[in-house]
């Protein structure tokens, strides 16, 4: 099964365990509410617990193969698109994800795009309550 399948079937199941062995040991997640990406398997995993929790109705509802550039060096690398619906707090996502393979077709990168804005605004603020809820993060500084 290829690996964007595989990706798929474990975001289907919220398996993630079966997700740990897609992702690189050194892999980024660029997201659509931080600048910096998500580094390091041990992160991504935790963050796909928190969005796990956090999408509602979430399906994916398309597949493209491909190539493109990485962010971090680059090199152009095997690249699948996949395109995704959900809901979080009643407002309705659409967005895309860009999986970035390395030679053992793992994923190397992944970048999430989301629309509309206020889509975003509400994922990041649910996703940060998350990951501090967790202990990935720590809780923003009151100014």
Do not use: W
């Not at 399906?59 to 996949?82: K, N, Q």
């Not at 996703?127 to 923003?140: F, N, R």
């Amino acid at each position: 099964m290829a690996t964007a399948d595989r990706f798929r079937a474990a975001v289907d199941s919220r398996d993630l365990t079966a997700l740990d062995d897609l992702f690189t040991e050194d892999v980024r997640l660029y997201s659509p509410v931080k600048f910096s990406p998500f580094e390091g398997r041990p992160m991504v995993l935790g963050l796909f617990g928190v969005l796990m929790r956090t999408f509602e109705d979430f399906r994916y509802i398309g597949h493209f193969d491909g190539t493109a550039e990485t962010c971090a060096d680059g090199t152009e690398a095997p690249s699948v698109v996949l395109l995704f619906r959900a809901t979080v707090n009643g407002k309705q996502i659409h967005g895309i994800d860009l999986l970035h393979l390395d030679h053992e077709e793992r994923i190397k990168e992944f970048t999430v795009m989301v629309r509309p804005q206020s889509a975003v605004h509400t994922l990041g603020e649910v996703v940060l309550a998350g990951l501090v809820a967790d202990g990935l993060v720590p809780a923003p500084a009151d100014h």
